[in-house]
T-cell receptor
């Protein structure tokens, strides 16, 4: 079974609107971290936001927020006030307990922001 | 603080050759992880080095190897290149603690002809 599932291969959003990118995960480890990365066409993976499994509040970083629903094992990324520069591939990732440097990634969602 | 750097950024090789990629982590970071990204397989974990020791290894053949130096810089080597090795190779650095954020470099695009 896939550990990280991103069910939206592609998404479109109008500039200045908000968009939610879905991510569900599968783990039996009570201690884990969830991450979102942005990958523009240049290839670099840019860290956006982190949520720890024991964090009581949803993480926020500027225009990015993470809708963390632990019981449903979902960690959706919300981007508010979309900008043209937000057009990129977005990856959800997880690191579990004693993972020794390994992140597990989903297949990604391509976001296109329309002017 | 300078980010993760990778050299070279682009590389073209022919089948059967070998290649060495380099990664310099963020200053103070002791963990370097390597990933292979292809359109078909997505992002796959190759291995991780911490304080010059390989701590973890993904499911790749022995043609893929790496090492880490005392200054935490890491190299990855692929011998006897195959067409399927064409990919974006990303390295990521972190302090080395469990479940912490990994910061990625710009990647090396390898094309095998």
């Amino acid at each position: 079974a896939q550990k990280i599932t991103q069910t939206q291969p592609g998404m479109f959003v109008q500039e200045k609107e908000a968009v939610t990118l879905d991510c569900t995960y599968d783990t039996s480890d009570p201690s884990y971290g969830l991450f979102w990365y942005k990958q523009p066409s240049s290839g670099e993976m840019i860290f956006l936001i982190y949520q720890g499994s024991y964090d009581q509040q949803n993480a926020t970083e500027g225009r990015y927020s993470l809708n963390f629903q632990k019981a449903r094992k979902s960690a959706n990324l919300v981007i508010s006030a979309s900008q043209l520069g937000d057009s990129a591939m977005y990856f959800c990732a997880m690191r579990e307990g004693d993972d020794a440097g390994k992140s597990t990634f989903g297949d990604g969602t391509t976001l296109t922001v329309k002017p | 603080k300078a980010g993760v750097t990778q050299t070279p950024r682009y590389l073209i090789k022919t089948r059967g050759q070998q290649v060495t990629l380099s990664c310099s982590p963020i200053s103070g970071h002791r963990s370097v992880s390597w990933y292979q990204q292809t359109p078909g397989q997505g992002l796959q974990f190759l291995f991780e080095y911490f304080s010059e020791t390989q701590r973890n290894k993904g499911n790749f053949p022995g043609r893929f190897s790496g090492r880490q130096f005392s200054n935490s810089r890491s190299e990855m080597n692929v011998s006897t290149l195959e067409l399927g090795d064409s990919a974006l190779y990303l390295c990521a650095s972190s302090l080395g603690q469990d479940r912490e954020t990994q910061y990625f470099g710009p990647g090396t695009r390898l094309l095998v002809l």
